[in-house]
């Protein structure tokens, strides 16, 4: 069974903290992504990763960076996390032999006070 | 990536066959339709995707209209398990680089 898992499911934050969001899979994935999910917005990209050490901007990078050291972790920083990142965080994986069909964590919902 | 138009909710009973809808009528030849539903608190879930032949598998069928301007996701005997938002996305040819950009999907409620 393919699998991508998140650090938690549930975060409460601080506003000011530096928070680690982190996604591992166990596919060989090449591609990874971070989305943001909100009522009424859909699901949103925030930041890609082609390979190691590479990553892209998605839509809404502001205020988020990444991180992927190695093959199947990548990670999504808030450098100083708000009350408006408050949301739901998913992390998905895509392989080259299957390039059609994103796989995607469980999610993270992340509260910041 | 095409627009997808998609009705906001729909209901069906368990054990028969759920049709969910999807307008895609500015598609351009190379870009595929896929569909992929969240369960309540999971992630979203791939079904399946085609770019112009009707295609089926395990989780479902999928007919394309042969102008490709509109298709439809068929659940043939759909359970409770199948309660979820269903997304129909439309985007170019198979390239898992590419963002999937869901829009807010169809709603769909299995009925006992």
């Known amino acids: 069974d393919v699998k991508v898992t998140q650090s938690s499911r549930y975060l409460v934050k601080r506003t000011g903290e530096k928070v680690f969001l982190e996604c591992v899979q166990d596919?060989?994935?090449?591609?990874m992504f971070w989305y943001r999910q909100d009522p009424g917005l859909g699901l949103r990209l925030i930041y890609f990763s082609y390979d190691v050490k590479m990553k892209e901007k998605g839509d809404i990078p502001e205020g988020y960076s990444v991180s992927r050291e190695k093959k199947e972790r990548f990670s999504l920083i808030l450098e100083s996390a708000s009350t408006n990142q408050t949301s739901m965080y998913l992390c998905?994986?895509?392989?080259?032999?299957?390039?059609?069909?994103?796989?995607f964590g469980p999610g993270t919902r992340l509260t910041v006070t | 990536d095409a627009k997808t138009t998609q009705p906001p909710s729909m209901d069906c009973a368990e054990g028969r066959a759920a049709n969910l809808p999807c307008n895609h009528s500015?598609?351009?030849?190379?870009?595929?339709v896929y569909w992929y539903r969240q369960i309540h608190s999971q992630g979203p879930q791939y079904i399946i995707h085609?770019?112009?032949n009707n295609e089926t598998n395990e989780m479902a069928s999928l007919i394309i209209t042969e102008d490709r301007k509109s298709s439809t996701l068929i659940l043939p005997h759909a359970t409770l398990r199948d309660t979820a938002v269903y997304y129909c996305i439309v985007r170019v040819a198979n390239q898992g680089a590419q963002k999937l950009v869901f829009g807010q999907g169809t709603r769909l409620t299995i009925n006992p």
């Open positions: 085609g770019l112009k």
């Open positions: 500015t598609i351009s030849g190379n870009e595929y």
């Open positions: 596919m060989d994935h090449e591609n």
């Open positions: 998905a994986g895509v392989t080259s032999g299957r390039p059609y069909e994103q796989y």
